[in-house]
């Protein structure tokens, strides 16, 4: 099994910048990607940005040319360096870890409790 721990979640002011972490911990072959996903309230989830154990990348075009994403595959972590915030991505950030083939998940998704981030205008 795996286990997800988020951090670096805060206050910024817009333009700001935050850096995420996630360190997983479990059986590191349950899985060959990690990533970021954003919940604000009453909007559904969505993708910001996954890497796989490939070091292929994905993001979402809202984060395109502001968010990067890295891992530490000594230390089982996954980075999300976030720049230029904006009010907009104001959200819970949780991190992801699973099976990724093409973009698509397979077998089962593990989920950290969220950091929360909040962006003033």
């Known amino acids: 099994q795996v286990q997800l721990v988020e951090a670096g979640g805060g206050l910024v002011q817009a333009g700001g910048s935050l850096r995420l972490s996630c360190a997983a911990s479990g059986s590191a072959a349950s899985f060959n990607a990690m990533g970021w996903y954003r919940q604000a309230p009453g909007k559904q989830r969505e993708l910001v940005a996954t890497i796989t154990s490939g070091d292929s990348t994905n993001y979402a075009d809202s984060v395109k040319g502001r968010f990067t994403i890295s891992r530490d595959k000594a230390k089982n972590a996954v980075y999300l360096q976030m720049n230029s915030l904006k009010p907009e991505d104001t959200a819970v950030y949780y991190c992801?870890?699973?099976?990724?083939?093409?973009?698509?998940?397979?077998?089962?998704?593990?989920w950290g409790r969220g950091t929360l981030v909040t962006v003033s205008s």
């Open positions: 992801y870890a699973g099976i990724l083939v093409l973009g698509k998940h397979y077998g089962r998704d593990y």
